[in-house]
């Protein structure tokens, strides 16, 4: 792993990806792209802009936007050199956005695109606090529009959904012992499996890594820690079957919202191409 940061943009290099990352079809597992972009927004809060800050205030992530594209399925393996770069594109009073691209490192073709907001917090009192102003010269305008970009107008939960609940183990938390970023994703992706299976989805039939995730929205509410059960609520879009909403509830609190839209053409030859198991 290399990190570096040049003209307000912080580069982060990945010579192989985590053999653990991929899934049974082949791909790196959306929820594990997370995870990935993680790592380079770790390096990016200890050596990047904002390090300067980091030992005064504390990072909510509010929510992230990503679009994935074609290239990401057909492209990345485990030994395939991969770069992201990341840069600042709003500054508000007490919150701010950062964008990412992630480049296949041997074509330079763009993979992957997101963007996060994230709420500066007091470490005593977990309240907003105001962003240093001299961190708003190192804003670089996005070329396609204004961030932060606007969430999706969540619907109401309709009557017919998928409900699954799961526990949240040690495994699914991150430093600061909460629910990790990446497991309400994780958690989201296994609820429209089960209701896939279940035959609840009208445009999937089976696991939900067999089709290719075209654009991802987390929303970030509330936290959960080890041992809290977490009821994960799933149903598809009432225009678009390819998209699908996922609410994540502790108790009668929602703490998180998604939204995953497929795209259309997705991997259905290689679901007709498994063999099928034989004792």
Known sequence: MKFACQDDRCYYTSDELPFDGFVKTGKLAVWQLLKLLEGSRHQRGKHGPEAKYNEQYLLFVRSQTIEIFPAFYSKL???RPVRIVSSCSYIGKTSYCIDEE????LTNELLERSSYHAVVVSKETRRPI??????SQAVIQPRDGKRPLPD???PRRPSQHFTHRRAVMASDTDANKHFNQAGYLLFSLDCISLAAIAGSLSAFKTDISFYNAKKVWVRYLNEAIVGEEVTISCWEDEECRHTIWVELTK???VIGQCQ?????DSTNKDIESLPQAKL
């Open 152 to 154: 999706p107008t969540f």
């Open 130 to 135: 105001a962003i240093p102003r001299e961190t």
């Open 260 to 264: 995953l839209q497929f795209y259309e």
């Open 251 to 253: 108790g009668s609190k």
């Open 102 to 105: 992630l480049f296949d490192l």
């Open 77 to 79: 393996s485990a030994n």
